[in-house]
DNA sequence: CATGAATGAGCATTCATTCAT
DNA sequence: CATGAATGAATGCTCATTCAT
């Protein structure tokens, strides 16, 4: 039941809708091809706007990026915290978590693939910023990782980074015809958690 | 007299000398800045030339992208090659590679990274050819995979995935004085080959 | 009720303040930085308006220019005519207008620095206007130098070009801690009206 | 009898004739529009070069407008030089002097006009270099009038602000139509040297 | 009176590339 | 092999100005 009958407001807040539309584009446009490789000119055009006038919206590409960046990083800890909630055992926790962040890396590409693959010192002024958000972000998982039981010998630290690692991997070989975020997850957290050595045979 | 007096010497001793200072000074402000943030005036500067004189060695900047990509190919995939040769249990080849594909990427950073970075997209007419190399490169890890002995529930385009995904992330948060890349690769080996779930108690 | 009931009164008490608040503004950033160099924003954020509201108070940039340029000739003329009548004898008429005349120009730097530092050539279609102010001004110091009686060899021509060119360089050496434009007006024409040339000794 | 017949040098040295040209053309429309409002294509033009070539030559616009400005300082700072060099009584040099400072200024007009007129702080960067420039240049001035012998009440700090105030304002009025600068300069220095007050009649 | 949003032209500057010498 | 000089297109950004609301 989309609309109600009654008194539609007359005007529509409206407000800032070429701002969004022009973040949208400038994700877009960053993920296709980075971000040096992206122009004004491009990203006021997918908007149907002259360069000059993104300006009034955003102050510089640089802030363009930083704000693509926090929407990305918004987005995707909005939907693991959701994700890591509706669960309690730890392992099924960090596997919502992965699942989640895998989900929302594809679904919303745009905006994160961004937050992937911009290195901090190639942010410029608004490098040091991006450096927080991550180490913000990264934070949720390094809580789920020490909330897991695991044999004393399993070093946690590597535990995260092999994990965490493979799933940014995947913006590299993910593609939409092949198995879901959800399926994803499940595999690497099940090589994680099973033995996979097998006793060689005595001889 | 270096070499032996029959049969044309296969390669001069040091035959375009300044090419590989090109190429390295490229590879070097390819990783710090990036290929777009690289104009092919630093690259020169680097040189003490002119960047004019960049276009007798290099046909393009895209030309100079490829030949690093191909030299950090090179690098990574003759010191891996040589690892697994020295090896003969698929477990401990898999680790020797590990190790190898790490400590090549760190210690050969500047042509490494810019094979790690480069989205095959970014590269525009260099891109197919790099996207070759990626490929062939890849394939090592691919066999040593397969030859592992593995439970049958376990996936290996998954565990492939996991580890390879995990050794090439590293280069966002490897940094020199920490752990060796050998001691990473044998953490990252074991957290894979062994049992982490610990066994829920019955109650 | 500030004024009498009958007759309309001739202009209200504050009528236009936001006019007067800009011109202030524009003045004093013309001053500090130039015509070209002062953007309509800059007025505009000085006076916190929004750019493009200075267009209900003013047609245009130039405009601007001109009425800060009419409101410093106003300035200065009134206070040289002031000045002028309470005097009699001419060589204290003529003191008296330099000194008002440099008392002005520091006073009200800010509106009278783009009289003299603004050539009407710079000025574009107000160019016209500018040059009739500036003549009009300086009909005055010609008068006041016509008054004078001097020797027949004396070209008043000179002496006018002389004491009003120094008069007006003095906004590039003028600074508050030094004398006071009364002292440097009499310091001025004393060296003016005095012998400087020792007879040689004979030999 | 300007060629010699044998052996004229087959390549002229050629050096840098761009630059020069590409500085007179800076140098002419400084003076006629001022520096903000003459843009680098303006100036490219005039030569017959595109806007991006002139940074072959030139590191930026400020870079061009300090070396006009030191071009014009080299000019009428030689030429004053070499005036008061043929003189030997001080009043003799001081006149030479100032007749050489009007000569330069309008014979070398477009050089000479970015002199005057450019206030150290309208320059950025190259402000502070500016400054020194003019210093040195005005020094000239004050050791000229330091050596004039006069009556022990006149000021020569105002004597110097007098003339070289009046000799610089001549930008505004001077025409070619009208009195050579020898003339103006003997009539400046006239009307200084002499007695203008005439002596009131008693009554 | 003023704003919010945009225009369109223009800005200084940088770029990869070319080519005669 | 390399330079000196330039090209021509593009870049991020600023500007005075407009106008519906």
Redesign the pocket.
Known sequence: MPASSTATPI?AP???N??VQLLDAAARLFRERGF?A?????I?KAV??????????F????EMLLAVYEEGERRVADAVDAAVALESDPWARLEAASAAHLRVLIAHRDYTQVMIRTLPQEAGAVGPRIRDLRRDYESRFRRLIDDLALPPEIDRHYLRLLLFGALNWSQVWFHSGGDSPETVARRFLDTLRRQLEVPAPRH
Chains 1, 2, 3, 4 share one sequence.
């Open positions: 005007r409206r407000q800032d070429r701002r040096h992206t122009s004004m000119r491009d006021a149907g706007m002259l360069s000059g006038s993104i300006y009034y919206h102050d510089s590409k640089e």
